[in-house]
């Protein structure tokens, strides 16, 4: 099969598409034929040397599929060859082929093309474990979406509208503002023009900066309220008042969601297809693609996510 290769740490002119040999699925692993691939900001960091895959995942970057279930190994439950299917990935994405742990693999939901479907595990299950496992996020109460125009933001304002919260956005733009009020956010601040501190109280914030917003961010928890920290945009250490914590009887979870075990990530997985997947095939969720880009030319696909100028997700395709 053909393949991303990083053949060196570096920017997008290093990402190759390369023939390599193929996978073959191990117990309990589906190979899928892939359709499309996500293209996630983890997958910039490991072109740049700086997120290397985990022991036994392949080398190539994706952490999310579309595709044609080819081949099942022993021990597989619930899906057969032919199946159409999407699937959150450890890596390998980026291929014609990977094999991926049945329990983080997905029926394509119906209402959407095979390769829209692989705008949704990676940024799903983010959303699904982090707001709502984690978080709990319940109908009522107002969450604060940091990036909201992104993959996750995007999918994080349909999903907690649908299930009935106040959504209050950040975005850099007045393109951007406008896309995400139209995606069912109640509120958008355009973070150059107004200090979203000065405006929100929230009762659980998803955060993408991390060091930089830390301080905000506590600031505009409600009593009880609760920080999800997914990525450190705006740096990795920062200083935390405990005493504002205290008052508050607040809480921070940073998180990651590509080093889990499988039984972790299976769980979620089990989640996203109960509680997103029929929101999905309803028409209240919808995957928001930006661009979908030949996988073989993967480095424009990197630049058009490095300019910052998208909104929703971009894919690689067949």
């Known amino acids: 099969m053909h393949a991303i290769v990083i053949s060196q740490p570096g920017g997008p002119e290093v990402l190759e598409w390369r023939e390599v040999p193929d996978p073959r699925p191990a117990r309990g692993e589906v190979l899928i034929e892939v359709a499309a691939a996500g293209v996630n900001r983890a997958d910039l960091m490991q072109r740049q040397g700086f997120y ?10 994706g952490l999310e599929c ?3 279930v080819a081949e099942v190994g022993e021990d597989v439950e619930g899906f057969a060859p032919g199946d159409e299917v999407c699937a959150l990935l ?11 742990p049945w329990e983080q693999v997905l029926p394509a939901p119906s209402g959407i093309t095979l390769v829209e479907a692989a705008a949704l595990p990676e940024v799903a299950c983010t959303v699904w474990s982090n707001v709502f496992m984690t978080a709990r996020l319940r109908r009522g109460e107002t969450l604060l979406v940091h990036g909201g125009a992104s993959g996750i933001g995007t999918c994080a304002v349909q999903l907690a509208k649908a299930l009935g919260s106040h959504v209050v956005v950040t975005a850099g733009t007045a393109e951007k503002v406008a896309r995400c009020l139209e995606l069912g956010a109640d509120e958008a601040i355009n973070y150059r023009e107004e200090d979203f501190a ?7 914030v998803l955060d993408i900066m991390g060091a930089k917003y830390l301080r905000k961010n506590i600031s505009v928890l409600k009593t009880g309220g609760r920080l999800a920290v997914i990525g450190l945009q705006g740096g ?6 405990l005493g504002a914590m205290l008052a508050k009887r607040a809480s921070i979870h940073a998180t990651g969601l590509r080093n889990r075990p499988v039984p972790e990530k299976g ?6 297809g109960e509680n997103v997947w029929p929101l ?10 930006h661009a979908v880009v030949p996988m073989a030319e993967a480095a424009e696909a990197h630049r058009i ?5 998208h909104i929703g997700k971009v894919l690689l395709a067949r």
């Not at 000065?198 to 659980?204: P, S």
């Not at 990795?236 to 008042?241: C, Q, T, Y």
């Open 52 to 61: 290397p895959p985990p022991p036994g995942a392949p080398d190539f970057p």
């Open 66 to 68: 579309s595709g044609v």
């Open 90 to 100: 450890a890596g390998g994405g980026y291929a014609e082929k990977v094999a991926v």
């Open 198 to 204: 000065e405006k929100v109280r929230a009762d659980v």
């Open 236 to 241: 990795a250490k920062g200083e935390l008042d």
């Open 267 to 272: 769980a979620i997985v089990r989640g996203v």
């Open 280 to 289: 999905v095939e309803a028409g209240a969720v919808r995957p928001v693609v």
């Open 305 to 309: 996510l490095e300019s910052g100028d």
